[in-house]
């Protein structure tokens, strides 16, 4: 071959840097050129903050009660005011998100870091993309079982599997993180499914076919990667749902056992305050719930908005 | 081109200095500069140009569809004498399908699916003149006849799906001629369609254009398409036009070295790699906002080029008469070009010393894949009814001998590429052998031996789905290496760094992904990948039918390189028979999943031929204007496989069957003799062989 076929395709582009700063500092310039997705980033890093660093920002235990001061408004002793038993709102609602979002407790010692309902979210992703890849990749008759199945569960509403699986189960957080993984993993696997069904056609999945690679291997390397955008976006959402359903489940009693800080039980024992004055303890957790979801869903907007953009 | 021309009542669009930008978040981009050109009557102005040189922004600056962010930054539009530049949407759209007429590549977003042929057609009439529906109707008609569409009436009554290809894009010129427009713009009206159509298409335009006496803007990046349908050729390059003369001057006497290098860049019908060579031109289109003001755009990439190219801009420069070029050095050019055309090609005829006894790698023994179509009845719910197969390959017998290239061709739907992934096993078996260097691989992929999978790969044909977005180069190369331990692990990434480099990119391209390469690029890390586990023999699908021309030159030649080097098979699917030609060593000829012909590649493009073979020849769009072809169009659609014709399959359409007695009534009904002609050379024909060797060769170069 002659000089001139040098290709100059080789037009000389640096390559790009890779490591896991530049990858953050990306992910960061797309969220934040969008107003959505900022606003609903800085609600989240909020409660995320305040989980996190509970112990340092406030004085009380959530469990620490005060007989003198019941189901007071906030003051400067109790900026959010105190519940029936006189313990401070502001600690038991920050140590409330803190169950939700930063820790799992498995009994009175034990517990895990990330939050109750983000495992249960990260379980049903497990669970979800396994199936969605395996009836998407595979097809024909597991593609019928598989999907069959999820479609009986999915028929059942919502608010009552919860109940089933944990009246059945009992109330504890590892269990409402099994109830939210098996609520959650049919809609991931339909949605992951329909992403494997358009990515298994592409020539490269052709490719590692004619290297004769394995199911698994094509499914969660050559696929699973690929189909990465769309998940994030919708685990944002479904931490917001399951978010929700603990909030559902600690109303109706089912969720973490008394007297743990709980949203959903606050805002149900503070309901029956509601009318004789003291709002306070059932507004702060519904407050909370609500903005959380919120935020939860606008910074997943956002960031669909400002990736499809991209494509 | 200072002044603008005089107006004459023949011009139909003169354009002045045009430039268009188009507003991105970062900055305006300048997509067309100082575009000018005039279209009369009765005239076919081509455009030529690689992907982003600013082609179809020309047009649709014209009739500004430019969208919302793209804007005219100066000179003007002047359509039947009147300004268009600056007329509000609403004055356009009076324009717009009445004197101005668009068709554009794809026919099937052209036309809406959800409604009748027939009510699409009669709009165009009614919405913008006074006439009843029935007498909408009757033009209509008449104007689906004048595009010789068969049953026009039932047209009339049909959706889009109920239309092949080629019916729909006659659909949509009748449509743009309904309300005898005066300018026609054409966006690569025939890219999306089969060769043996294309060639139909473009004689209708050229009929059109003589009756009607239209003006056309015709769009291509195909020299060869435009050399058959234009009077005047204006080459694109990187949003400016580079040269304009009339079509046989410029393709005899190019004056611009990018003209030129297209030229030189795609292979000639009836030339192969042993006479001649391919020439690429280096480098690509530079990004619209790396396009320097007040120097020649194609530095970068020519041959040419001096001090004097990067100090200033080079304006048009009229080298003939009627014949401008933007180069400083356009005469100089002109001069080497004559002299290339009257004394070469014919140097390197090295006469094939060595006849060695070819050793079989691949043979291919009555194979057969069949799809089973699921019959919606309710009968076959129950498994009552006969099971229906298509059948995409029919009972194909092959040899592929060691270190050659077998080129494959066929139109679209012939079961080519059925075939191949049959061989390579994605495609499961249903009859016959397969056997590969003695052992028998009729078996998919996961059940094979692991050497047999090594030693067959793959080269794929979209440059964008071809590499996983998810991974880096080097990684995605790597994984063959490793998964099939051609070189102990600690080697594995200079084996990859060698790979890259024996496919001309160098080891700056182990980290990249595939999103930060071009399209010829991603096509090379393609072949590198296939050929990490070192394979004895790679099956190419179409690997340059996604690129751009002079790109695809420089894979070709990488291709041609490699199989030197390596010794390695090809098997080399392509629609475009030029390129099969100049690629390989034999030449198999499909239709509707069996082999018609199949032979050394001299002996395919020359008498005696099948019938199937000759029609494909003369619908090849050839890039010389003077060059002589037969005219033989293939009437009706390819019949569809679930169904083929008894007898010989190309009997529903076979141009040559009236050399037979009675019409040929014996194709219908017994399958053709596998003729031998001479040595590796066979016609699937029942036309005896004396009568095809009366039939003259397709094409006579000038």
């Known amino acids: 071959m002659t000089s001139t076929e040098q290709t100059a395709d080789t037009a000389s582009l640096p390559p790009e840097r890779t490591g896991f700063f530049k990858n953050l500092k990306n992910g960061l310039s797309v969220l934040l050129s969008s107003k959505t997705a900022s606003v609903g980033l800085v609600i989240v890093l909020f409660w995320v903050i305040v989980a996190l660093f509970a112990p340092l920002l406030s004085p009380y235990s959530p469990t620490e009660q005060d007989w003198r001061a019941p189901n007071q408004g906030p003051t400067l002793k109790h900026p959010l005011g105190t519940d029936e038993l006189g313990r401070d709102l502001w600690s038991r609602l920050i140590y409330g998100a803190r169950v939700v979002l930063i820790v799992l407790p498995i009994s009175d010692q034990v517990w895990f870091p990330i939050g109750t309902a983000i495992w249960g979210v990260i379980a049903s992703l497990l669970f979800g993309a396994s199936l969605g890849l395996l009836s998407g990749y595979r097809g024909g008759w597991m593609d019928e079982i598989i999907m069959r199945l999820l479609d009986a569960m999915m028929s059942i509403p919502i608010i009552l599997l919860y109940l089933i699986i944990v009246t059945a189960m009992g109330a504890s957080a590892l269990n409402v993180v099994i109830a939210i993984a098996i609520v959650g993993t049919p809609g991931v696997a339909r949605l992951v499914r329909s992403l494997t069904l358009d990515i298994r056609t592409r020539d490269y999945i052709r490719a590692a076919e004619t290297r004769g690679e394995s199911t698994l291997y094509i499914m969660f390397v050559e696929i699973l990667p690929n189909a990465k955008g769309p998940i994030i976006i919708d685990a944002m959402l479904r931490v917001g749902y399951a978010i929700f359903a603990m909030g559902t489940l600690g109303f109706l009693g089912l969720g973490l056992p008394p007297p743990s800080p709980d949203w959903g039980s606050m805002v149900a024992k503070g309901r029956e305050f509601i009318l004789s004055g003291s709002p306070w303890a059932a507004l702060w957790p519904s407050i909370a719930i609500a903005s959380l979801v919120v935020g939860l869903n606008l910074l997943a907007d956002g960031l669909r908005e400002e990736t499809m953009r991209y494509q | ?702």
């Open chain 2, 1 to 702: 081109m200072d002044s603008p021309p005089p107006i004459d009542t023949d011009t139909v669009l003169s354009v002045n200095n045009l430039s268009i930008c188009y507003k991105t978040r970062k900055a305006l981009v300048k997509a067309v500069r100082d575009v000018s050109f005039t279209i009369k009557r009765g005239e076919t102005l081509g455009i030529v140009g690689e992907s982003g040189c600013g082609k179809s922004t020309v047009s649709f600056g014209i009739v500004d569809f430019l969208g919302a962010n793209g804007l005219i930054t100066g000179g003007s539009v002047l359509f039947e004498g009147q300004e268009l530049v600056g007329r509000s949407q609403k004055e356009l759209n009076r324009l717009r399908g009445d004197r101005i007429a668009m068709v554009y590549q794809d026919p099937m977003a052209a036309l809406n699916p959800t409604v009748r042929m027939g009510e699409q057609l009669t709009e165009v009439l009614t919405s913008h003149r006074d006439i009843s529906l029935p007498e909408a109707k009757k033009q209509c008609v008449a104007m689906l006849k004048r595009v010789h569409m068969p049953d026009a009436e039932q047209v009339m009554d049909r959706y889009t799906h109920q239309l092949s290809g080629g019916q729909q894009q006659r659909v949509v010129i009748a449509m743009a001629m309904l309300n005898n427009p005066s300018l026609l713009i054409m966006d690569e009206p025939t890219t999306a369609l089969d060769v043996t159509v294309e060639a139909a298409v473009l004689d209708l335009v050229e009929d059109l254009k003589r009756d009607f006496n239209t003006g056309i803007l015709f769009i291509s990046h195909n020299l060869g398409v435009v050399a058959r349908v234009s009077d005047k050729v204006c080459v694109m390059y990187a949003g400016q036009v580079v040269e304009m003369g009339r079509v046989t001057e410029l393709f005899k006497k190019p004056c611009h070295p990018y003209t030129k290098g297209l030229m030189r860049c795609v292979p000639k019908l009836g030339t192969d790699k042993a006479g001649s060579k391919l020439h690429p031109i280096p480098g690509r289109v530079p990004h619209p906002l790396k396009r320097p003001e007040d120097e020649c755009i194609f530095v970068p990439r020519c041959n040419y080029s001096t001090d004097k190219c990067v100090q200033s801009w080079p304006g048009l420069y009229e080298v003939l008469p009627d014949h401008v070029s933007r180069c400083f050095y356009a005469e100089k050019v002109l001069k080497e070009s004559l002299k290339e055309k009257t004394g070469n090609d014919k140097k390197a005829v090295s006469a094939d010393a060595e006849e060695q006894p070819d050793e079989t790698l691949l043979d291919v023994d009555n194979l057969k894949v069949y799809y089973e179509q699921q019959s919606k009845s309710i009968r076959s719910l129950f498994g009552l009814d006969e099971p229906q197969y298509v059948k995409a390959v029919d009972d194909i017998s092959m040899e592929v001998a060691k270190g050659k290239t077998l080129g494959i061709v066929g139109e679209s739907g012939c079961g080519k590429s059925t075939l191949v992934k049959g061989i390579i096993g994605l495609e499961e078996i249903t009859d016959g052998d397969i056997d590969f260097l003695g052992v028998d691989i009729a078996l998919p992929v996961d059940e094979r031996q692991i050497e047999t999978i090594q030693d067959i790969q793959m080269v794929f044909q979209n440059p964008d789905a071809t590499l996983n977005p998810a991974y880096t180069v080097g990684r995605q190369i790597a994984r063959p290496i490793r998964r099939f331990g051609t070189v102990p692990k600690n080697q594995a990434k200079a084996e990859v760094i060698r790979l890259l480099q024996a496919v001309r990119l160098g080891a700056s391209y182990y980290d990249r992904y595939p999103r930060q390469l071009s399209g010829g690029e991603k096509q090379r890390v393609g072949i590198a990948r296939a050929l990490a586990s070192r394979p004895d023999m790679v099956i190419c699908d179409e690997p340059v039918s996604a690129l751009d021309v002079s790109v695809q030159a420089a894979v070709l030649n990488l291709l041609l390189e490699i199989q030197k080097m390596l010794g390695t098979t090809l098997i080399f699917i392509a629609h475009d028979l030029s390129v099969v030609r100049f690629f390989s060593d034999d030449v198999a000829v499909m239709y509707l999943g069996q082999i018609m012909e199949m032979g050394p590649a001299e002996t395919i493009y020359a008498p005696p031929y099948h019938p199937y073979t000759e029609a494909l020849l003369s619908a090849v769009p050839i890039p010389d204007p003077e060059a002589e072809q037969k005219n033989i169009r293939l009437s009706g659609n390819v019949p569809s496989a679930l169904n083929p014709p008894s007898g010989c399959r190309f009997h529903t359409r076979c141009p040559r069957r009236s050399m037979l007695p009675d019409n040929g009534m014996i194709c219908e009904t017994e399958v053709p003799p596998w003729r031998p002609v001479s040595k590796g050379h066979h016609i699937l024909c029942h036309i005896p062989l004396d009568e095809l060797r009366k039939i003259d060769s397709v094409v006579s170069a000038a």
